[in-house]
């Protein structure tokens, strides 16, 4: 899956000379947290809701209120947002932007083609991938097991699933306990919760967790 697939189009921005508050109450409307920075149509930084927050003065301050309704208006976005922005193309694939993000601990990049802002891939997209991918909304029976991490181990356990009448509507991996084996996960219908621990038995070194989902 690709970054295109999944992003944010078209992006709500902001201008650098717009004041802090206003920025704020916009993010406020929007319901979003952060938002590039376009100046003369082209994208000079990307500011979020914390930036924003963390430049307001403090609720101890012994500033009075008009002097800090006027400190408020002199903050711009120019003064706090980030400028080297880090951004990935539409054909990025999204665990690529995953990476990115958690390597540079940011919740968002700005998507660019051909030096143009198209749109905006965040963390809350990514969410939402993770639970499509494990199933979060499906019923069905939902497994965690250790299994041997040997060739054609996982396709004759999926297809022992299958033959028994079991319809997988999730499958994830991970990293195992050792470089020996590996933890998967995956949701299956069609069966009972009985009937698929019977059937993975003989395939899995430990049963971790088993459990029914129903709406």
């Known amino acids: 899956m690709l970054v295109s697939e999944r992003m944010s189009s078209p992006v709500i921005t902001i ?24 100046k003369n149509g082209k994208m000079v930084g990307i500011v979020s809701d ?15 209120v ?16 980030t400028k080297n922005v880090i951004t990935v193309g539409a054909n990025t694939p999204l665990e690529e932007a995953a990476y990115l993000m958690a390597a540079n601990k940011i919740g968002g990049l700005p998507v660019m083609a051909n030096g143009e802002l198209i749109g905006l891939i965040t963390e ?8 499509e991918l494990m199933g979060a909304q499906q019923d069905g029976v939902r497994v965690t097991a250790l299994v041997p991490d040997k ?13 028994a009448g079991g319809e997988f509507v999730a499958f994830s991996q991970f990293a195992g306990e050792s470089a020996a084996n590996r933890i998967v996960t995956f949701k299956v219908r069609g069966l009972t919760e009985d009937q698929v ?19």
Request: glycine share 2%; charged share 25%.
């Open 197 to 215: 621990r019977e059937k993975v038995a003989p395939y899995i070194e430990k049963l971790v967790d088993i459990r029914t989902f129903t709406s």
């Open 15 to 38: 201008e650098p000379d717009m004041p802090i508050m206003n920025a704020l109450e916009l993010m406020k409307q929007k319901g979003i947290r952060r938002t590039p920075v376009m």
């Open 124 to 131: 809350t997209d990514l969410f939402r991938i993770f639970l």
């Open 50 to 64: 914390k930036d924003l927050l963390n430049a307001a003065p403090s609720d101890v301050t012994s500033l009075s």
């Open 151 to 163: 060739l054609g181990e996982l396709a004759v356990l999926t297809h022992t699933i299958a033959e």
């Open 66 to 81: 008009w002097e800090l309704n006027y400190l408020l208006t002199r903050i711009k976005i120019k003064d706090v947002m």
